[in-house]
């Protein structure tokens, strides 16, 4: 009997201990289970993360990269325009020279042939001018001949007629003077000594 409730002692024991064992080894096993779920859990969210930011980054640079290609097609836009108005810049300039050469060609043709006009002109003009010059010449002689006998004809009769009529006005100013003031005295005295 003795025997028999050790044996079954041991066997319980024996039982008890696998028992604890396989629930150890099923705990064992359950956490390596979620670490290695929370592991891969953590590997997906930081996959996820990489592949979010990686989508934003390539759609970034494709915003950016379109935002470079409007930029080019404005600036190859701007810069045609800019070439054709230059062109056309250069055309009308091309042709307001050749209309102001035209004009100059013109100008000149005619500038000579006036300036040979002139010439002509101002050669009779010269032979008229000393023509003239040698007239007034002999004029002036003359006139001034007759004008230094005038003068001195005038100027003896100024003289004379001068002299005559300061003569008689001074004469006559000094007796109206004499007259005033004799009879102003007389007047004075008589008022003065009514006797």
Same mark, same amino acid.
């Given at each position: 009997?003795?025997l028999?409730l050790?044996?079954?002692?041991?066997?319980?024991?024996t039982?008890?201990l696998?028992?604890?064992?396989?629930?150890?080894?099923t705990?064992?096993?359950t956490?390596?289970?979620t670490?290695?779920?929370?592991?891969?859990?953590?590997?997906?969210?930081?996959?996820t993360?990489?592949?979010?930011?990686t989508?934003?980054l390539?759609?970034?640079?494709?915003?950016?990269l379109?935002l470079?290609?409007t930029?080019?097609?404005?600036?190859?836009l701007?810069?045609?325009?800019?070439?054709?108005l230059?062109?056309?810049?250069t055309? *009308? !300039?091309?042709? $307001?020279l @050749? =209309?102001?050469? /035209? #004009?100059?060609?013109?100008l000149?043709? +005619? &500038? %000579?042939?006036?300036?040979?006009?002139?010439l002509t002109? *101002? !050669?009779?003009? $010269?032979? @008229? =001018?000393?023509? /003239? #010059?040698?007239?007034?010449?002999?004029? +002036? &002689? %003359?006139?001034?001949?007759?004008?230094?006998?005038t003068?001195? !004809?005038?100027?003896?009769?100024t =003289?004379?007629?001068t #002299?005559?009529?300061?003569?008689?006005? +001074? &004469?006559?100013?000094?007796l109206?003077?004499?007259?005033?003031?004799t !009879?102003?005295?007389?007047?004075? =005295?008589?008022?003065?000594?009514?006797?």
């Open positions: 009997l003795t028999t050790t044996l079954t002692l041991t066997l319980t024991l039982l008890t696998t028992l604890t064992l396989t629930l150890t080894l705990l064992t096993l956490l390596t289970l670490l290695t779920l929370t592991l891969t859990l953590t590997l997906t969210l930081t996959l993360l990489t592949l979010t930011l989508l934003t390539t759609l970034t640079l494709t915003l950016t379109t470079t290609l930029l080019t097609l404005t600036l190859t701007t810069l045609t325009l800019t070439l054709t230059t062109l056309t810049l055309l *009308t !300039l091309t042709l $307001t @050749t =209309l102001t050469l /035209t #004009l100059t060609l013109t000149t043709l +005619t &500038l %000579t042939l006036t300036l040979t006009l002139t002109l *101002t !050669l009779t003009l $010269t032979l @008229t =001018l000393t023509l /003239t #010059l040698t007239l007034t010449l002999t004029l +002036t &002689l %003359t006139l001034t001949l007759t004008l230094e006998l003068l001195e !004809l005038t100027l003896e009769v =003289l004379e007629v #002299l005559e009529v300061t003569l008689e006005l +001074t &004469l006559e100013l000094t109206e003077l004499t007259l005033e003031l !009879l102003e005295l007389t007047l004075e =005295l008589c008022l003065r000594n009514p006797k």
